[in-house]
């Protein structure tokens, strides 16, 4: 009886792992055919500073596959991590940040709108990052101060002399540097001492709930009060109601980012944002 059990056991393993495997090798696939047909774009959600200006967006990933809903970025970024495509796709969102950026320069309205891009921890680590980098901020002619790539703790776990030196030979031209998902992963304080970084973010899982988790408010605060001995700024993402966000504000969270300023939407979507946003506060 127990024998059977077991054999039934290995054998649904297999199937599951047979199904598994298919369903990898076609979505490792499909995301190949994805990037030669250039299936990506980018949604813009806005960040806004302490004082209620605009301070511009994050830049979020989506796949848009031929006949299907948009795919979000945590259904497909580990995959292209594991083979290696996330390196061409975060080059062409580069690229595409940056062109964003020289749109964005050739009006006043929009000419002082920074964007925020996520760097996978493989791509940051290719020996030519920064070149490439550097050469696609020539050849679109962006400026290097309102781009802020966001790392996420997992480089850290890198050769973190070399992590630094890469820092610090953009910061040079003028990129700015966040560590994205403050707190949820191996984050040490000694590596935060070392990093010359511009900006931490507040993980939104500290967010969500701080109104009824003394321990998220405890975290938060602390987050906020290292920030400010380090002299960073500090962005929280998340924030979908008022309260959240009077928390922050009141602790001293310099830049807001949530639902409840807008959703990441498509650039023309978010253009008209821009619109409207600097005609309320225009009205004040
Ligand atoms: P992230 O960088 O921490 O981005 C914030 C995520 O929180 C985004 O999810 C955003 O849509 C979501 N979010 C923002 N405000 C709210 C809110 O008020 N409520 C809720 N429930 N969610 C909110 P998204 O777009 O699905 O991206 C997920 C993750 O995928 C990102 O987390 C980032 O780690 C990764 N990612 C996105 N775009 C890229 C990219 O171009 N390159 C790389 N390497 N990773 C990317
Ligand atoms: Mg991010
Ligand atoms: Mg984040
Ligand atoms: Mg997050």
């Given at each position: 009886?127990?024998?059977?059990?077991?054999?039934?056991?290995?054998?649904?393993?297999?199937t599951?792992?047979?199904?598994?495997?298919?369903?990898?090798?076609?979505?490792?696939?499909?995301?190949?055919?994805?990037?030669?047909?250039?299936?990506?774009?980018?949604?813009?959600?806005?960040?806004?500073?302490?004082?209620?200006?605009?301070?511009?967006?994050?830049?979020?990933?989506?796949?848009?596959?031929?006949?299907?809903?948009l795919?979000?970025?945590l259904?497909?970024?580990?995959?292209?991590?594991?083979?290696?495509?996330?390196?061409?796709?975060?080059?062409?969102?580069?690229?595409?940040?940056?062109q964003?950026?020289?749109?964005?320069?050739?009006?006043?309205?929009?000419?002082?709108?920074?964007?925020?891009?996520?760097?996978?921890?493989l791509?940051f680590?290719?020996?030519?990052?920064?070149?490439?980098?550097?050469k696609?901020?020539?050849?679109?002619?962006?400026?290097?101060?309102?781009?802020?790539?966001?790392?996420?703790?997992?480089v850290?776990?890198?050769?973190?002399?070399?992590?630094?030196?890469?820092?610090?030979?953009?910061?040079?031209?003028?990129?700015?540097?966040?560590?994205?998902?403050?707190?949820?992963?191996?984050?040490?304080?000694?590596?935060?001492?070392?990093?010359?970084?511009?900006e931490?973010?507040?993980?939104?899982?500290?967010?969500?709930?701080?109104?009824?988790?003394?321990?998220?408010?405890?975290?938060?605060?602390?987050?906020?009060?290292?920030?400010?001995?380090?002299?960073?700024?500090?962005?929280?993402?998340?924030?979908?109601?008022?309260?959240q966000?009077?928390?922050?504000?009141?602790?001293?969270?310099?830049t807001?980012?949530g639902?409840?300023?807008?959703?990441?939407?498509?650039?023309?979507?978010?253009?008209?944002?821009v619109?409207?946003?600097s005609?309320?506060?225009?009205?004040?």
């Amino acid at each position: 009886q127990a024998k059977t059990s077991g054999r039934n056991r290995v054998s649904i393993f297999n199937t599951e792992m047979h199904d598994k495997f298919v369903e990898r090798v076609s979505l490792g696939d499909r995301l190949k055919s994805a990037v030669n047909n250039y299936e990506f774009i980018i949604h813009y959600q806005p960040q806004v500073n302490f004082d209620g200006k605009l301070k511009g967006a994050e830049a979020l990933l989506r796949w848009q596959s031929p006949d299907q809903e948009l795919i979000p970025p945590l259904s497909f970024i580990p995959m292209a991590e594991e083979n290696g495509l996330i390196i061409p796709i975060g080059y062409w969102a580069l690229n595409t940040v940056c062109q964003q950026l020289v749109a964005w320069q050739k009006n006043p309205q929009t000419l002082e709108l920074c964007i925020a891009i996520n760097i996978s921890a493989l791509q940051f680590r290719q020996p030519d990052f920064s070149n490439q980098l550097k050469k696609i901020l020539l050849e679109t002619g962006a400026n290097p101060h309102l781009l802020t790539l966001e790392l996420t703790e997992s480089v850290l776990l890198d050769d973190l002399d070399n992590v630094i030196k890469i820092i610090l030979d953009l910061r040079a031209i003028g990129v700015r540097f966040s560590i994205d998902d403050f707190g949820t992963g191996y984050s040490s304080l000694t590596y935060l001492k070392r990093l010359p970084l511009d900006e931490i973010k507040i993980d939104k899982s500290f967010v969500t709930d701080l109104m009824n988790d003394p321990g998220d408010r405890a975290i938060i605060r602390s987050i906020l009060s290292l920030a400010n001995s380090l002299s960073l700024n500090v962005t929280a993402e998340g924030i979908e109601l008022p309260e959240q966000r009077d928390f922050l504000a009141k602790e001293g969270c310099s830049t807001f980012q949530g639902y409840l300023y807008g959703r990441p939407t498509a650039i023309d979507e978010f253009n008209l944002f821009v619109e409207h946003f600097s005609a309320a506060s225009n009205a004040h």
